[in-house]
């Protein structure tokens, strides 16, 4: 199967940032599309961004954009999440989350899933 970690997160003062991780194993990272969600307890899980295997075809969250970029690595086998100006209601369990078709939004069209790294922004 594939296996997904990733790394990043931690305590952050609002305006700060952090910058995310997500490495993949089992198969190349190519080989699909690549997306970051967040879960905020006693939220449903909410889409952030996500990237085309190319990495051509970035899309964003309303709530985030301008502020967060996604980029991948493919010889690296790794998708990162630069998030800057980070805001209190940022503070979420950051998930990064592998699709083999293309890029959509919807949480339960992605196929393979990490634990997740807490981010926390603190007033």
């Known amino acids: 199967q594939v296996q997904l970690v990733e790394s990043g997160g931690g305590l952050v003062q609002a305006g700060g940032s952090l910058r995310l991780s997500c490495t993949t194993s089992?198969?190349?990272?190519?080989?699909?599309?690549m997306g970051w969600f967040r879960q905020a307890p006693g939220k449903a899980r909410e889409f952030v961004a996500a990237?085309?295997?190319?990495?051509?075809?970035?899309a964003y969250a309303d709530s985030v954009k301008g502020r967060f970029t996604i980029s991948r690595d493919n010889a690296k086998n790794t998708v990162y999440l630069q998030m800057n100006s980070l805001r209190p209601e940022d503070t979420a369990v950051y998930y990064c989350?592998?699709?083999?078709?293309?890029?959509?939004?919807?949480?339960?069209?992605?196929?393979?899933w990490g634990q997740g790294t807490q981010v926390t922004v603190s007033s």
């Open positions: 989350a592998a699709r083999i078709s293309g890029v959509i939004i919807i949480p339960t069209a992605y196929n393979y």
């Open positions: 089992g198969r190349t990272q190519g080989s699909y599309t």
């Open positions: 990237i085309s295997r190319s990495g051509g075809s970035p």
